[in-house]
């Protein structure tokens, strides 16, 4: 009989609720095995922790910070220009919004039905979050999340791991556990992101502002909400006019010709008389254009704040793989030694059609009318064969896992997007319609002098050639096909998802 078991034995139930003999540390296990699953010590166990009550009412709070931190990074990724932080925060608004799904269900386990997890936990809080989605600007949102809100919530989450009970609500300190371990490696990425635009940025100019965000939190009595509250929160700044969802893409100088449709990936990929290796080019290319699919994602979520929590969480989990997918073709590039920013011209035209010109509803049919038909013959399979075959492993791999998560894709359109028609047939046309109903003005872009539509594969083709020490094909080289030739069938460059 393990130590911790004795005040509960049939002896101690037995004799009419009489007070507990003196608790003991000397009731060894039997080999001496280590008590209690290894979770503590029989000591740590009997002393009290939290209530259910007490647990509960951390992690609505904990939920709602992780909610609104998803909110705050989601609602800048589209207009945030610097590529490295649209990868960050697509990631983060993942990772937050996962363990945000982990506290629900634990919260749903805990007998206090109703859950209230939509409800704000406290004004304070909701300023908070409010003022950090307004920051002002990219150093003043770095600044609050990573040097205010998270290392809030981080200490908050600790301590709330201390404080209840190990054995009682083990289910909810082992999900803190987790939350924490990707929680603090965000942390690491943000502070090490807010040096770098430390430079750009004196401090000083928004110093006086972090502060009230942490008189944010003393009014909300801490993030857990177990110092003195206070119904005196200090006034809004940047929240009184809330910064308004800004919806058009913006691009870092590494993107220098944003509306550049010069260059037919499409048509390249499915021409069987150029090289398979070749081909892994115009696919490391296509799979960097996926940085469209985030800054596209990104406002349907911001614009459905009424739709379930499970269409949050998995079209934040699709928006992160669609991140990775870019990345997956910034490092393709990055292995041939080629220096992308130079070579590829990666156009915008896509998510800023979308976002422009189309509702949140609309341009979740056109996603799902494209991740559709990657799931044809000639979709995600082919470019899998493709990799494979060109004898570039790395290609290989990333084709492997892009044809699996796009799989993943099409299952979460159909889960969220579908319901609303009566056949898969309707829900498919739709997003065509809808689709042929955005403007791609190649015309309109050229004359206004924002693109030359310049045709950048030879140029790519033969520093890949230089590279490999060989001399361009001369079919290879002169392919020129544009989009501008099939702008009747738009469908025709929608493959970017
Ligand atoms: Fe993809
Ligand atoms: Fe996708
Ligand atoms: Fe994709």
């Known amino acids: 009989m393990l130590a911790k078991d004795q005040p509960h034995s049939g002896a101690a139930a037995s004799n009419g609720g009489a007070a507990r003999p003196p608790a003991s540390i000397d009731f060894p296990t039997l080999d001496g095995l280590p008590p209690l699953a290894g979770l503590c010590t029989p000591e740590q166990a009997m002393a009290p922790g939290l209530t259910v009550a007490e647990s509960v009412q951390r992690l609505k709070r904990e939920h709602y910070l992780l909610r609104r931190l998803a909110e705050c990074w989601l609602a800048r990724l589209t207009a ?40 704000v936990p406290h004004p304070a809080l909701e300023r908070l979050l409010d003022e950090t989605r307004s920051a002002p600007d990219t150093p003043a949102l770095l600044r609050a999340v990573y040097q205010v809100v998270l290392p809030a919530l981080i200490d908050c989450m600790r301590r709330h791991r201390e404080d209840t009970h190990a054995l009682a609500d083990q289910p909810t300190r082992r999900l803190l556990r987790f939350a924490l371990l990707e929680l603090e490696e965000a942390l690491d990425y943000g502070h090490r992101a807010v040096e770098c635009l430390a430079a750009a940025e004196p401090a000083a100019a928004t110093d006086d502002w972090l502060q009230l965000l942490r008189d944010c939190i003393t009014a909300a009595g801490g ?62 290319y296509k799979r960097l254009r996926e940085i469209d699919v985030p800054e596209m994602m990104a406002t349907i979520l911001i614009e459905s704040p009424d739709k379930p ?140 002098g924002l693109t030359e539509h310049r045709n950048w594969w030879p140029d790519l083709y033969r ?35």
């Not at 993107?255 to 990929?269: I, R, S």
């Not at 590279?467 to 738009?490: C, I, M, V, W």
């Open 309 to 448: 929590f499970g269409f949050h969480r998995d079209m934040t989990r699709q928006l992160w793989d669609e991140a990775r997918h870019a990345m997956m073709g910034e490092v393709g590039f990055r292995s041939l030694g080629i220096d992308w920013p130079r070579f590829v011209m990666v156009n915008f035209t896509w998510s800023k059609g979308l976002n422009e010109q189309l509702t949140a509803r609309e341009r979740h049919a056109v996603l799902y009318f494209i991740e559709q038909g990657l799931m044809t013959r000639t979709g995600k399979r082919f470019e899998w064969e493709l990799g494979r075959d060109s004898g570039d492993r790395l290609a290989e791999l990333f084709q492997d896992f892009d044809w699996a998560d796009e799989v993943l894709h099409a299952r979460i359109g159909r889960d969220w997007y579908t319901s609303g028609f009566e056949s898969q047939k309707d829900a498919i046309d739709y997003g065509s319609e809808c689709w042929d109903k955005v403007l791609i003005n190649w015309d309109q872009w050229k004359a206004e």
């Open 80 to 119: 945030e220009p610097v590529y490295e932080l649209k990868m960050a925060y697509s990631l983060h608004a993942h990772l937050a919004t996962e363990h945000a799904g982990a506290i629900r269900s634990r919260v749903a386990e805990m007998r206090t039905p109703p859950l209230g997890l939509e409800e």
């Open 223 to 284: 993030i857990d909400g177990t110092g003195e509250t206070s119904d005196l929160a200090p006034p809004r700044r940047h929240s009184r006019q809330p910064l308004a969802l800004e919806k058009s893409p913006r691009r870092d100088d590494r993107f220098p010709d944003p509306y550049n449709m010069g260059v037919h990936a499409e048509q390249f990929l499915n021409d069987p008389g150029f090289a398979e290796r070749d081909k892994v080019l115009m696919m490391y």
């Open 463 to 497: 520093e890949a050639s230089r590279l490999r020490g060989e001399t361009p094909d001369p079919k290879t080289l002169a392919f020129s096909t544009t989009y501008e030739q099939t702008r009747a069938d738009l469908k025709a460059i929608a493959a970017n998802a």
